[in-house]
Nanobody
């Protein structure tokens, strides 16, 4: 298991932006460089869903509800991944979790951060 540290959540008005960060400070760089990193979210009363993920070679994948509004990126040298969230909507309100895994395991079997709350409201 890898320790993942998230930051950047908070409250924002609809249409606003937030940027989430996830770092793996204790992970060996060569190991981090093999990871697919992802962001998942869970709203009250709902299951956890994929927001976006990015492979070690920076191929990206987005959930349908966030395409065109959110951008995932990573800097392997800093062992950090970001989620830029623009044009936020109330339905984006959720706890956002960072996930890290190798290519041979599912996200459920990967490492998870502690979660950061994002609230979009007026």
């Amino acid at each position: 298991q890898v320790r993942l540290v998230e930051s950047g959540g908070g409250w924002v008005q609809p249409g606003g932006s937030l940027r989430l960060s996830c770092a793996a400070p204790r992970t060996i760089l060569s190991v981090f460089n093999t990871f697919t990193m992802g962001w998942y979210r869970q709203a009250p009363g709902k299951g956890r869903e994929l927001v976006a993920d990015i492979t070690y070679d920076k191929r990206t994948n987005y959930g349908d509800s966030v395409k065109g509004r959110f951008t995932i990126s990573r800097d392997n040298s800093r062992k950090t991944v970001w989620l830029q969230m623009d044009s936020l909507k109330p339905e984006d309100t959720a706890v956002y979790y960072c996930n890290g895994r190798t290519a041979t395991v599912s996200a459920n079997d990967g490492s998870w951060g502690q979660g950061t709350q994002v609230t979009v409201g007026s």
